[in-house]
T-cell receptor
């Protein structure tokens, strides 16, 4: 079955530091990959996505590249801000098997804390 | 743009009480989902509905029922609440294709005493 593994947190950084949050996946097909962000007290919201190998998703200074050879989709940002403090979820969606339904698979989330 | 709207935002129940969590989306999405989020457990899928008129169990369906009332609305019912159901519940919707991201509501924070 499909699975997503994220590095455990919390990740604690100082403002303007470089961020990497690792994500690797297992899928039977050719999935689309997503990063979601959850701010305190809110639901998850899409941060970026990539739909095929070697695609780079980017948004708000965050980037992630779909690496099929290493089955990875690591999230990076060159200079984090206090306002980036949140929980980040890696996710995949795979076309369903015949007759099946499409169900996304989420990682467990990585908490990021950025200090001034 | 309302997106996905969940009600109520907070709820406290006593063990054995029942309640229904409401969810509505205005994006004409086919697929809708109910998740629960607990510390250290990530998101766990309770039930989903791939299209109007269909519902299926997810990873943790015991103690819950759902109704896909129409294309917009997908409700989650707790018939006899238990302390183990204390959690934050999220409803989400999507266009139903693998490239479509999920759109989440802001959650219902439920405490069962």
């Amino acid at each position: 079955g499909n699975s997503v593994t994220q590095m455990e947190g919390p990740v604690t950084l100082s403002e303007e530091a470089f961020l990497t949050i690792n994500c690797t996946y297992t899928a039977t097909g050719y999935p689309s990959l997503f990063w979601y962000v959850q701010y305190p007290g809110e639901g998850l919201q899409l941060l970026l996505k990539a739909t095929k190998a070697d695609d780079k998703g980017s948004n708000k200074g965050f980037e992630a590249t779909y690496r099929k050879e290493t089955t990875s989709f690591h999230l990076e940002k060159g200079s984090v801000q206090v306002s980036d403090s949140a929980v980040y979820f890696c996710a995949l969606s795979d076309p369903p098997t015949s007759g099946g339904s499409y169900i996304p698979t989420f990682g467990r989330g990585t908490s990021l804390i950025v200090h001034p | 743009n309302a997106g996905v709207t969940q009600t109520p935002k907070f709820q406290v129940l006593k063990t054995g009480q029942s309640m229904t969590l409401q969810c509505a989306q205005d994006m004409n999405h086919n697929s809708m989902y109910w998740y629960r989020q607990d510390p250290g457990m990530g998101l766990r899928l309770i039930y989903y509905s791939a299209s109007e008129g269909t519902t299926d169990k997810g990873e943790v369906p015991n103690g819950y029922n759902v109704s896909r009332l129409n294309k917009r609305e997908f409700s989650l019912r707790l018939e006899s609440a238990a302390p183990s159901q204390t959690s934050v519940y999220f409803c989400a919707s999507s266009g139903g294709s693998p490239n479509s991201p999920l759109h989440f509501g802001n959650g219902t924070r439920l405490t069962v005493t």
